[in-house]
């Protein structure tokens, strides 16, 4: 069981907009702004999309945002391309002895 | 560029340690927190802890306090990460990964990652 809540699954056609919800607590998403998003592809490491809730590193589509509401983070994905389809993962700073937890991942599917 | 090379892929017993060495490049390696995170097969993401390169302090998730090492030597620019006791569930792929953030808070996010090397624990 992950701290943080993702769907297992998403899925879009090309050039449609899809979002990934990350559901936490207020030890967590909803009380820090220390939130990150990751792209992963089969075999491959991660890659960092979104940092501190909405930032995004330099090189990475204006495709990609991310935002913050309550206990709950989203990321976006507007303009979906094939190469968008991997496995997703949120993660957050928690209070706890934790310190930082992840979500169990979402598989983007592009149709 | 920013580069994270990491040591090959281990075999070991269950009850052995494991070292991963992890060489940076491209960046100023005592100005950034330096994490590591595994990945059992086929499932998700966990956080083991960090090292801080410049005083080579350090924060473990509570899971792995006395049980996980983290530590570096700024000379060659290289981390470390030492699991003990290694048991079958151990089997992952382990990742180091840098702050995004210089001598941030620590949890602002990780890039950019190691390749990973896995590490399997089989008798």
């Known amino acids: 069981q992950s701290a943080l809540t993702q769907p297992a699954s998403v899925s879009g056609s090309p050039g449609q907009s899809i979002t990934i919800s990350c559901t936490g607590t207020?030890?967590?998403?909803?009380?820090?702004?220390?939130v990150s998003w990751y792209q992963q592809h089969p075999g491959k490491a991660p890659k960092l999309m979104i940092y501190?809730?909405?930032n995004r590193p330099s090189g990475v589509s204006n495709r990609f945002s991310g935002s913050k509401s309550g206990n709950t983070a989203s990321l976006t994905i507007s303009g979906l391309q094939a190469e968008d389809e991997a496995d997703y993962y949120c993660?957050?700073?928690?209070?706890?002895?934790?310190?930082?937890?992840f979500g169990g991942g979402t598989k983007l599917t592009v149709l | 560029q920013v580069q994270l090379v990491q040591s090959g892929a281990e075999v070991k017993k269950p009850g052995a340690s494991v070292k991963v060495s992890c060489k940076a490049s491209?960046?100023?390696?005592?100005?950034?927190?330096m994490h590591w995170v595994r990945q059992a097969p086929g499932q998700g993401l966990e956080w083991m802890g960090w090292?801080?390169?410049?005083?080579?302090?350090?924060n473990y998730a509570q899971k792995f306090q006395g049980w996980v090492t983290m530590t570096r030597d700024t000379s060659i620019s290289t981390a470390y990460m030492e699991l003990s006791r290694l048991r079958s569930d151990d089997t992952a792929v382990y990742y180091c990964?840098?702050?995004?953030?210089?001598?941030?808070?620590?949890?602002?996010?990780?890039?950019?990652w190691g390749q990973g090397t896995l590490v399997t624990v089989s008798s």
């Open positions: 090292i801080n390169p410049n005083s080579g302090g350090t």
């Open positions: 990964a840098r702050d995004t953030v210089p001598m941030g808070f620590g949890a602002n996010g990780f890039d950019p």
């Open positions: 993660s957050s700073y928690t209070s706890s002895s934790t310190y930082v937890v």
């Open positions: 207020s030890s967590d998403v909803g009380g820090y702004n220390y």
């Open positions: 501190d809730v909405s």
């Open positions: 491209g960046y100023t390696f005592t100005g950034y927190y």
